[in-house]
């Protein structure tokens, strides 16, 4: 009997280590998928003040997407994250997300009257913009607008 116990819970202990390695691989890997995530959306600031908004958005060097959004607005829960992805990927655009309850004045400088409002920042200037839920298609199409304008 006692040796049953024994080729028991060696087997058992065998099985238990099984599933402690197949957990830290699953861990490790789900770390690094995590790691490369948190490195591609790095390019998202988000602008608290005016001077945030001069400093990382009209004068950077990259153009900038920004997004005007609210805690409360459920569109915004919808178009942020995709943005977020589609974005991700571009090296050469960032994506500014501004709070529209914490900054009443650039909201009042770029007239935004509902949310999500987006506008597209090249060298200073605002070169597009939308209002509202859109599909990714849309989206697209500013990035790709953006990029164009990167690359000449």
């Known amino acids: 009997?006692?040796?049953?116990?024994?080729v028991i819970s060696q087997k058992c202990l065998h099985s238990v280590k099984g599933i402690?390695?197949?957990?830290?691989l699953i861990f490790e890997f789900l770390q690094q998928r995590m790691l490369s995530c948190s490195s591609t959306f790095s390019k998202i600031v988000t602008i608290n003040n005016n001077d945030d908004f001069l400093s990382k958005v009209m004068r950077s060097s990259k153009p900038v997407i920004v997004n005007f959004h609210a805690e409360w607005c459920e569109p915004c829960h919808i178009l942020t994250p995709k943005m977020e992805e589609l974005i991700g990927p571009?090296?050469?655009i960032d994506l500014a997300v501004i709070d529209v309850e914490n900054n009443a004045e650039l909201v009042h400088t770029f007239e935004?009257?509902?949310v999500?409002?987006?506008?597209?920042v090249r060298d200073g200037l605002v070169v597009d913009k939308f209002i509202g839920l859109v599909d990714a298609d849309?989206?697209?199409r500013l990035i790709a607008k953006l990029d164009n304008f990167s690359n000449t």
Do not use: F
């Open 116 to 120: 999500p409002a987006v506008i597209a």
């Open 90 to 92: 571009k090296e050469n």
């Open 138 to 140: 849309m989206i697209e």
């Open 1 to 6: 009997m006692g040796y049953l116990k024994c």
């Open 20 to 24: 402690i390695n197949k957990r830290q």
């Open 112 to 114: 935004v009257k509902a």
